[in-house]
């Protein structure tokens, strides 16, 4: 049977999991309130970036005790201050089951060469023994959403409410579309061009008064950089989280950010969020259940991301081949889509198994998810019909 080219494409073809879409209606035209060239430290500055903080509280549903700051580097910038700035305290037990988990135990096996560290990690697909985590004595550093293995943990209920020490949360791909326990999170970070469809290089992190009370009485071992420093002569710098930033942020990237926010708050804010980006992955998953040759790369259907959508080819004629043969059939798969204008970057990640991650965050739109679904069809059946040339 030939294999049919489908008829339409999605109206908007970008499925990148970072920077992601950008929201519906968006245009740069909604961004000329931008005091571009000011400075961020001049009163207009200072009252975009308090914006900015005040309408992340609003949307993200964070208690009025939480300290919200804006933060340079991404949410990598965010976590790394975090992690340099907290931990030594005391014990520190890492979650890890993908590649950004696996960075930050990096970090702090050999980097802060943190003496009283356990591990705890899982392959792609899976999440690690939870209840194995010492939630109640010791600190824990994890990502909610795993970005690059489309694995999340379902929801905070291994953490411990009466805990004594701090939960260090990257939520990066996870904030805006997925309901973070907030009483269980002492520091979360994420990045303006996750969910929302920012643009790079401004992070976040949010400290509950447990975090900020250990910056207030622990002295780190080592040197920290000033680009890391939350603290002065013992007190909080509380400029960081009024709106007076560390170093000089993009207005641009600060009025597109605060565009983003109040497209959110039209559509049902959290919740509205939540529900657009779970319609995109329920059409993956009907897709998913009507083709037996794909599947998630998650194991645990609860587990799924709604957002970072990592897939896997399970045909016989693909799990045959090498793992290079594999990688390589899957970036042939991604290319024939691209070149049809049908789909953007929806390559998996350089450290993960081979297949497709298709972003379906709030900003994408469903009709654009459903519209690409057949095309991943036609190119999974371009690619394998190559692969019986290259035998002959």
């Keep these: 049977m030939a294999n049919t080219v489908p008829s339409t494409r999605p109206r908007v073809p970008n499925f990148s999991s970072g920077p992601c879409a950008k929201r519906p209606g968006w245009a740069l035209k909604n961004l000329a309130d931008a005091p571009l060239g000011r400075s961020h430290r001049a009163k207009i500055g200072k009252d975009k970036l308090k914006a900015a903080i005040d309408l992340t509280r609003e949307v993200l549903q964070v208690p009025a005790d939480y300290r919200i700051g804006i933060v340079p580097a991404s949410d990598t910038g965010a976590v790394e201050m975090a992690l340099w700035s907290l931990l030594g305290a005391r014990g520190v037990d890492m979650v890890s089951w993908e590649s950004f988990g696996a960075g930050w135990v990096t ?3 050999k980097q802060l060469k943190l003496d009283d560290v356990r591990t705890f990690d899982a392959p792609y697909g899976e999440l690690p023994n939870l209840k194995k985590v010492d939630t109640k004595n010791r600190d824990v550093v994890f990502t909610w959403n795993g970005t690059t293995s489309g694995v999340r943990v379902v929801d905070a209920s291994w953490i411990a409410e009466d805990r004594e020490g701090l939960t260090i949360c990257d939520a990066t791909s996870a904030a805006f579309a997925q309901k973070l326990d907030w009483p269980k999170l002492d520091v979360t970070t994420f990045s303006w061009q996750k969910v929302l469809g920012g643009e790079a290089a401004h992070g976040m992190i949010i400290l509950s008064p447990r975090a900020v009370e250990r910056l207030l009485t622990y002295k780190p071992a080592w040197p920290l950089p000033k680009i890391f420093r939350m603290t002065s002569g013992g007190k909080l710098i509380e400029g960081i989280f009024t709106g007076e930033t560390i170093n000089t942020p993009s207005m641009l990237a600060v009025e597109d950010y605060l565009d983003a926010l109040e497209w959110a708050k039209k559509v049902g804010g959290l919740d509205g969020l939540v529900k657009r980006a779970d319609a995109n992955t329920r059409a993956i998953a009907k897709f998913v259940r009507e083709n037996a040759w794909i599947d998630f790369l998650a194991v645990k259907p ?5 957002t970072s959508v990592c897939l896997k080819f399970t045909d016989p004629a693909v799990t045959a081949l ?3 043969d594999q990688a390589a059939f899957a970036k042939k798969v991604v290319g024939i889509i691209e070149k049809a204008g049908a789909g953007y970057d929806l390559g998996h990640y350089r450290d993960a198994p081979p297949g497709l991650r298709i972003w379906c965050g709030a900003t994408v739109q469903s009709r654009d998810v459903k519209a ?11 690619a394998k019909a190559g692969l019986g040339k290259k035998a002959a």
Excluded: G, M
């Excluded at 609860?302 to 709604?306: A, D, V």
């Excluded at 690409?372 to 371009?382: C, S």
């Design 302 to 306: 609860k587990t799924r991301s709604n």
């Design 322 to 324: 090498s793992p290079d």
């Design 372 to 382: 690409l679904l057949p095309w991943i069809a036609y190119a999974f059946q371009e």
């Design 107 to 109: 970090d702090v096996v």
